[in-house]
């Protein structure tokens, strides 16, 4: 599908039981922080969203395991 007109993520805000999410080539998408509350969320595809510039709200994806950020230009400053 095509999401390039997506570019907020706050009506996925609450989302507690969302285990995959595949945002790849939403380009309008600038911060995840809405995801904050995906406490099942196990795979998060963000490859390509070139607006992405901070990972605000992941950290508390505990079980987050599989994270693709290719081509996320914008993002600056990630630390282990």
């Known amino acids: 599908g095509d999401c390039r007109g997506i570019s907020s993520l706050e ?25 904050a509350g995906a406490a099942s ?4 595809d963000l490859q390509f969203c070139s607006k992405l510039a901070s990972l ?8 987050l395991a599989w994270l693709d950020l290719a081509a996320c230009t914008s993002l600056a400053g990630l630390q282990p």
């Not at 969302?18 to 380009?27: F, K, N, T, V």
């Not at 969320?41 to 998060?44: A, D, H, I, S, T």
């Open 41 to 44: 969320l196990e795979r998060l």
């Open 11 to 35: 009506p996925l805000a609450g989302m507690r039981s969302l285990r995959e999410l595949w945002l790849g080539q939403c380009s309008r998408i600038a911060s995840v922080e809405p995801l």
């Open 56 to 63: 605000e709200g992941l950290q508390h994806l505990r079980g």
